[in-house]
């Protein structure tokens, strides 16, 4: 088990954790969701494949009011 | 037989169920015990005008409604609980502290005055002669007589202690409702037991969206983060709940009689997040210690966080929402205020009694959640 | 007819009044704001919501025929916003956005060679950036220059009311750049809207002054007049300022004494 972090916060992840499933587990709406890891973009289509690893960084982000 | 199960031991979910107790035969709280829950933590303001915004009118006709009915509640309480609920009466006072907040301030009081409650505007000296302990950077007030607060643990306590008395059991342990064709027949407990009941009443604050789902049906509950800090002074230093904007942060002080001191609160929506962060602590004690400073000196007993259950129109889902279940949600900054206007909504929707036409606004899928593209 | 419509960033629109959701008391009383404007796109910020979204401010707005620009409100460099801009264009399907970098709170003035940094590399990452700057005509015009969509120059900060603070720096900033010019930030009435139109502004984005307005569908709707107000007058051409009068009726055939 390690741990990565998503918006600042620390989380376990089991080693084959993919952003797909970390979406689902964390109940996070798959929809006007979007998805970096280590400063960098995760296409949408890429989240079933992308494995998390140790130390991952992970920011999800959705629009709110403002501006 | 009527059966009754309440989703959820917060404010709501308590309110309905000693509601409920007296007539019908059997009530049962379920409580998934999850983090953030807003009622343990809320600082317990039951004042219909001092938050009031512009196209908010119906809410504070509810609200106002609702609060003329906390002395009897807390009465009833004190007797049926054997808490004292810490109901006072001394009223808010808003206060500016810079030249750009006087200006609010004379925004407010017209707003007040257009609503018939012109609150009276009080000079820095009359505010510093009405409480001492405040800042000599003050400069004006408005002073709402009629604000009451509440002690929010007491009330709970209250109610929890009435509803043992009454033999309604509290359990732990999350549930979600179940189905049959088109009711609501029940709760499934996380065994995979289903308890039956003739009425579920959803009281689940910011996690009543997830459950209504469960059952197909759309209640448009957010949360919406709130932390706030517990100070204690060893005597009481304030009377009367302070509210100002201090450098932009909005910032209010319950005084409780034992000298604690509710100062509060951030307002973030950012889902189901329930950090304390450094930012929420420094902006809160920079902007109290700013209206009263000797809370410098105080002692700091808590740092809270909680998930106001928000919605798109700020105010609450009361009613029955699908044959057999009921809501009682989506109260966001207002559920000990609309603690009596809750359970006599839910009493109207489950036994028949009267309702208030206040609640009308508030029913369950009203015009704000007819649109295209909610599931 | 001259159908009056502004073309910005590959997208044609009758309305040129843009309005930001930021400040308003509730989804519901945005949601009537936005409606009253008859506003073609709605701004919103990106933030860590956690997953809430489906009770959200998209949610709220979504039959309604508006384009959703999302912007960068919060990113302090280059690199955030750069990076906020991807995730938005991921969650929301859109190369728009409104490019704010932006490091003192306090004034909320925006941080110009982060910005063209930004600009520049969004413009070659394919997105029509519309980017929030101050009333230099000469950043204006590098912003033009790295290939940005429009320029927003602000009026005065962000949510002061102030107006057009520098009038005068607005009007020769629109001179000096081809691409639209939108006046974004400071507005706080409709009298504002209407003086940024008449100095030439092709469009203006407000938010404060509507959604903080003790009526905001009420407040909406004057801007809406405010702005086409203020166009029409831009393009009817005005009377010139004079230092003396100029009598509107015949000097000859007076009554005599």
Redesign the interface.
Known sequence: MSTITV???ARPARPDLTVAEL?RE????R??????ID???V??EQWATTVLRTDAVV????????? | MTRVVVIGAGIAGLISAWALSDDVDSVVVHDAGLTGQASPVAAGMLASAAELADGEEALHALAARSVRGWPELAGRLRDAGGVDVGLRDEGTLLLSLHRDDDAELDRHARRLARLGLPPARLDARTCRRLEPALSSAVRAGLRLEDDLSVDTTAVLAALRGALRRRGVEIRSGAVEPVRTGERVTGVRLSSGDVHPANVVVLAAGAHSRPLAARVGLEVGVRPVKGELLRLRTHTPVLTCTLRAQVDGVPVYLVPRRNGEVVVGATSDDCGFDTRRTPRAALDLLLAATAVVPELRDAELVSHDVGLRPGTADNGPYLGEAAPGLVVATGHYRHGYLLAPATAVAVRHAVLGTAAWPEAVPFRPHRPVDQKVGLP | MDIDELSLAGRTLRSRLLLGSGGATSHAALREAVIASGTQVVTVSMRRTGGSVGSGVTDALADLPVHVLPNTSGCRTAREAVLVAELAREALSTDWVKLEVVPDERTLLPDVVELLNAATTLVNKGFHVLPYTGDDPVVARRLEDVGCAAVMPLGAPIGSGLGIRNPHAVALLREAVTVPVILDAGIGTASDAALAMELGCDAVLLASAVTRATDPSLMASAMRAAVQAGRDAARAGRIPRRHTARASSPLAGVIGT
């Not at chain 1, 964390?26 to 709406?29: K, R, S, V």
């Not at chain 1, 920011?59 to 501006?67: D, H």
């Open positions: 918006n600042g916060r979406l964390d109940g996070t709406e929809t006007g969701v979007a998805v970096a400063g960098a973009l296409h949408r920011e999800v982000l959705s629009p709110m009011q403002g501006g």
